[in-house]
Every structure is written in C-alpha cells, then in structure tokens.
C-alpha cells in the first residue's frame, strides 16, 4: 500500500517534469528562430552611394589597327571617386570595349585584364631628414647618369598598373599592335589623371620584358599625349 | 714658298699648317687625300712632297674604297618563335627569309650586308644584347631589324621612342645600355622618313611611328624596325609582297649611302 503523501509527491515531481520539458522545448524553438533569422538576414552590400550614380565624361583613346591611329573618345560613365578604383574601372573599360568583336584594334582574353592599380608619390627616394639636407647645401651636385629620363618624375605620382597574366599571354603578338594598346592606356591615363606624370606596369605582381614578344614593359612610361594621327602612306 | 702652294693647288689637293710633312688617305669616309703641310720646310722634304703628290692618284686608285655596312636583324629566332601569322607560320621563318632577300639586293647595290643569323637554327644562342653587340660593332651607316606580324595591314616602319638628346660622337662619355640610341634618334628618324617615302612609291601602305623596343633603344647606330603586316590576301611570307618591300627598301638605303646622317658609331658594348 503506497502512502497518500508518496502518491501526492509523485503527481507533483511528474507534473514538474512535464512543465520542465515543455519550458526546454520552446527555448529550443526560440534559438532555431533566432539563429534561423541572421543567416537569413546577412547584410547586402551597402548600394553604392549617390557619387557613382552620377555619370560623367571620361575621355578614352582608342586605337585603330587598320589605319594606325591613336584617336580621343568622350564617353559618359558612372565612376568611383576613389583615385584607384576610378582609374582600374577607366581601364577594365577601354580593355572591355576592345574585347568586343567589332572592335577596331580587337583583344580577345578572359576575365578582366586588370589585376590592380596603384599610385606612388614622386620622386620615389625617401626625402632627406632637414639637418641632412641642411649640411649638403653646399655640395656640388652631381647630375645623376639617367638624368633626362628623370626629368618627368620630379612631381606627381606613378601609376602602377597591375595586368593579368592571362591577359598579357592573350594579347595579339606584333609590333605595331602591341605598341597602339600601351600607347592607348597612356594616353588615356593621362588625359584623365593629369597627376600622373610616370606609368609603370607590373604582369600578376612581377616585371614582364615584353607584353607580347616585342614591346618592352619593363620601362617606366611618361605620361602624355599619345594621340596619333594617321601616317598611312597608301599608294 | 708661293710657288709650291701654287703647284699644290693646281693639283687640287688642299693644304693644312701642321708640324710635318704628311701625306695621308682619308679613306675612312669619303677617300679624298689631303696633304698636310708645314710652312717652314725645307727644300729636299718639299720636293719629297711633291713628287708624293704626284703619285697621289696612282695611290687613290690602288686603296679599296670600304663598302657601306648595312646591319640586318631578323627578329626571333631559335626558340624564340615570335607571332604566328598563320597556324603554321612563326614570325622568325618570315623575317629571316625577308632578311635573306634584302641581302642579295643590298649586295648587288654595292653594300657590304652583315646579318645577325642566317637561319632560324643559327640564333638559338644569340641574346637581344648579343645581337645588339653585334650591330653596334659593325659599323653599320643603317641597323634594320626585321619583324612580321599576322594582325596590321601594310608596312609599319619604328623608331625607339627614346627623348632625342644632341647627336654626339659615340665613345666620348658613357651611355646608359638601354639609352644608348637617344643620340641617334634624329639620324633613325630621317632613315625611317627615307624608308616610308619609298616603300610608299612602291604602292604598299607603310606607317612610320615611335615604340619602346629594347632592341632598337641599345644600337648605336641610324635605326629602325620595319614590320611586314598582312596585305591584301598576301601573308607577310608572299615572295612577291616581300620583293617589292625589300627593293624599296634597298633603293632608299642607297640614297641614304650619301645622306649626311649616314654616320656609323664607335660601337657600345655592354
């Protein structure tokens, strides 16, 4: 015969358990939903902001192989304000545009062209500290053997353009067509970034010799106006 | 002595103050000789000289004249296959046929040809700087460096887009290896005006612009590339396309023998 009060403490630990379990299970659903609602909630990346809605004419010079020519081209665009990404989003461009089929001076490569690009402040030698440079104001100064070729680099900054490798073993091989696509990013960084005074361009991080197998690329380019004009002689 | 000049110049042969009676050959550039004579001479070393003057033009006669080098590279080579202009056609097999074409015209002109290689095979070990080494040491009054490409119609002559600087006597400071044809920029730019006016008599269409070469930034000398591009249904390897660049090409470099810019360099060396 089971007492009254053991019967009693029974019922009730039975009845605890019951409302235990049932505590647990809706703090369980609670959590699923919880953790449910930030993988579900991952945050989009922030719209760009009203600088890149606006577009704005950006010049572009664009080759053409059949008659040899370097030509300049306004087009509207909607760029970044950041230096950088302003002057890699004007490249992947012009590149873009001589990937179409129909193009005049026509590049055929995967994926994009541009790996990165970065600009460094002139002149590239660290400045001397002021009691250094106090002390040698008296010296003779001696004109340096690649003077000429520094005369450009005194200000401004170089552009260091980064190419894809996939790109530079794609590009056409050939005199002519080599030079007309690195004269075509001169001309066109320097129509848009007139702080840039010297360009330089690396393939995947490294120096290249050759783009294609004939223009060097291992030079460091001055920035200027590379318009050509047609000096087709046709008989 | 009035009357020893009056001889002497009756001769033709002009007459120079030096501390010495010299009778010497120019031939290194034009081959007319020059008599350098001394004003206080005496009489025996003057009737010496003038019987020397008399035998001057037997001697003129007797000196071989050098030909006029012309430099001939054909680009690639080796391993080194340049651009394919068709799927069975690398560059280095049409620029050395070009360059082989270009010599026999260039001999028969009176040129003397020095050629970087003569076969594809023959360039396996030759370096860009071996073949500029070689230019630059052949004396050569035109350095051509021969290219072929599948993609730009017409001829397409270059020259190294290097700043000019005042042409100067090479050998009289240091220049920079990749540098060294800044002072021959404007002679290379006349050559490469010479070379586009005939080829474009020869009815091709020709360009001539400036490019970033290394081979043509280290020569020392008048230099140009000249690219053979597709023309009309013609590949760059057309015997006929080539023939008739080739004769033009040898037709302006013979007038160029006489240009005043058909100079030749010391000879850089890295």
Redesign the interface.
């Known amino acids: 015969m089971i007492p009254r009060y053991q019967r009693i403490l029974f019922l009730a630990l039975m009845t605890l358990s019951v409302l235990m379990a049932g505590y647990l299970w809706r703090v369980h659903q609670r959590t699923i939903t919880r953790l449910n609602s930030i993988s579900n909630a991952a945050t989009p990346i922030e719209a760009p902001s009203g600088d890149t809605t606006q577009t704005e004419a950006v010049t572009f010079l664009m080759a053409d192989d059949a008659a040899g020519t370097i030509t300049p081209s306004d087009r509207q665009i909607a760029l970044p304000t950041e230096p950088t990404i302003r002057l890699r989003a004007i490249l992947e461009r012009l590149f873009s545009d001589y990937g179409q089929t129909d193009s005049p001076h026509p590049l055929k490569f995967d994926g994009t062209a541009i790996a990165d690009v970065f600009f460094l402040p002139l002149p590239l030698t660290p400045p001397k500290p002021p009691e250094a440079a106090g002390k040698n104001t008296g010296d003779k100064t001696i004109p340096s053997p690649t003077a000429f070729t520094d005369m450009a680099a005194r200000n401004g900054y170089m552009a260091v353009i980064n190419l894809r490798q996939s790109f530079a073993d794609a590009h056409p091989s050939g005199v002519e067509v080599e030079t007309l696509t690195v004269l075509s990013v001169l001309g066109t960084v320097h129509a848009n970034f007139p702080q840039v005074s010297r360009i330089r361009f690396l393939v995947d991080g490294k120096t290249r010799p050759t783009l294609a197998g004939h223009f060097s690329l291992d030079r460091v380019y001055p920035s200027s106006d590379t318009t050509l004009q047609s000096t087709k002689e046709t008989p | 002595m009035p009357w020893i000049r009056a001889f002497f110049l009756l001769l033709g042969i002009p007459i120079e103050k030096c501390s010495g009676v010299f009778i010497t050959e120019n031939a290194h550039r034009c081959g007319s000789p020059t008599l350098h004579l001394q004003e206080k001479c005496s009489k025996p070393a003057l009737f010496a000289a003038a019987v020397a003057a008399l035998l001057l033009p037997a001697a003129r006669a007797q000196t071989p004249v050098q030909p006029p080098i012309i430099l001939l590279d054909a680009a ?1 080579g080796g391993p ?1 296959t ?3 202009l068709t799927e069975k056609l690398p ?1 280095r097999d049409v620029t050395i046929a070009f360059a082989n074409r270009l010599q026999s015209l260039l001999i028969v002109r009176g040129f003397k040809v020095v050629l970087t290689h003569t076969t594809p095979d023959d360039a396996a070990n030759l370096t860009g700087d071996g073949r500029v080494e070689l230019a630059n040491r052949s004396g050569a009054i035109a350095c051509l460096s021969l ?1 072929a ?6 001829v ?1 002559i ?1 020259t190294s887009a290097l ?1 000019e ?1 005042a042409p100067a006597l090479q050998g009289s400071k ?1 220049v ?1 290896w ?2 060294a044809q ?1 002072p021959w920029v404007t002679r290379s730019l006349r050559l490469a005006s010479e070379l ?2 005939a ?2 008599r ?8 400036r ?4 081979e043509l ?1 280290s020569l020392t000398c008048p230099a140009v ?1 000249i ?1 053979l ?1 597709p023309l009309d249904d013609a590949t760059a390897q057309d015997p006929t396309y080539q023939q008739r660049v080739a004769e033009a090409v040898a037709g302006a470099l013979l007038f160029w023998r006489g240009h005043p810019n058909a100079v030749t360099g010391a000879g850089a060396v890295r």
């Not at chain 2, 020869?202 to 612009?209: A, I, L, Q, W």
């Open positions: 690639h080194d340049g651009a394919r560059e290219h490409s599948g993609n730009a119609a017409g397409h270059f700043p600087t240091p920079l990749n540098e800044a586009q006016a080829i474009s020869s009815h091709t269409p020709v360009t001539n612009n490019t970033w070469l290394a930034d590339a690219e591009g």
